[in-house]
C-alpha cells in the first residue's frame, strides 16, 4: 500500500511517501515543494493544489496522512496554516484519495516514542525506520513520520480487529 505524508506549511510543504511491503517499509519519494514567495496567499493555495494533484496522478497513493494544525500563539499563522491545509485537503478529496489527520504529538509519539519529541528527533527515527541516510529537510521528516503513523494505527486496527 502506499502511503502519501503531509505536513503543510505556507513556506514549505514536506511530502513523504512510502510503500508498506511484507518486510518493512519502503522510501518512495521525499520532497519539499515551496510555494511561490510573496503575500498572495491565493497563489501559494493554488499552487500546492496543483502540486499535490499532479504527485497523485504520478504515483497514485492509496491514503493520505496530513498533519493536524497545532495550536500557535499567532492567530494569524494558525488561519493561514489551516488554509494551506485545506487546499491539500481539497487536492486529495478531488482524487479522490481518502485522507486521515493526526496530531503531532501523536505522530512523535509514534515514530519517536514521546509525544513531545524534537524535529530533529523525529528526522533520526524517521531515517532508522526507513533505513536511508538522506538528507532532506525537518519538514520533510514530518511528513514521512504522519506517514508512518498512519500505517502503525493501521496495523494496531487491523490487529485489534482480528481477535
Not at 1 to 12: E, H, T, V, Y
Not at 30 to 52: C, R, T, V
Not at 112 to 130: D, N, P, W, Y
Amino acid at each position: 500500500m502506499l502511503i502519501l505524508g503531509l505536513d503543510p506549511g505556507s513556506r514549505c510543504m514536506g511530502i513523504g511517501l512510502i510503500e508498506e511491503q511484507e518486510a518493512g517499509l519502503r522510501l518512495i519519494l521525499a520532497k519539499a515543494i515551496y510555494p511561490p514567495k510573496g503575500n498572495d496567499l491565493g497563489e501559494k493555495l493554488g499552487f500546492i493544489f496543483k502540486e499535490l494533484v499532479e504527485l497523485i496522478d504520478t504515483f497514485q497513493p492509496k491514503e493520505v496522512a496530513i498533519e493536524d494544525v497545532f495550536f500557535a500563539t499567532n492567530a494569524r499563522s494558525a488561519l493561514k496554516l489551516g488554509q494551506v491545509r485545506g487546499a491539500a485537503v481539497a487536492a486529495c478529496a478531488w482524487k479522490n484519495i481518502p485522507v486521515f489527520s493526526y496530531e503531532p504529538t501523536k505522530v512523535k509519539q509514534s515514530v519517536v516514542g514521546v509525544g513531545r519529541a524534537s524535529k530533529e528527533q523525529v528526522s533520526f527515527m524517521v531515517k532508522q525506520i526507513l533505513k536511508v541516510k538522506d538528507n532532506w529537510p525537518l519538514d520533510v521528516s514530518d511528513a514521512l513520520a504522519v506517514a508512518i503513523a498512519h500505517l502503525n494505527t493501521r496495523r494496531f486496527n487491523k490487529m485489534v480487529q482480528s481477535k
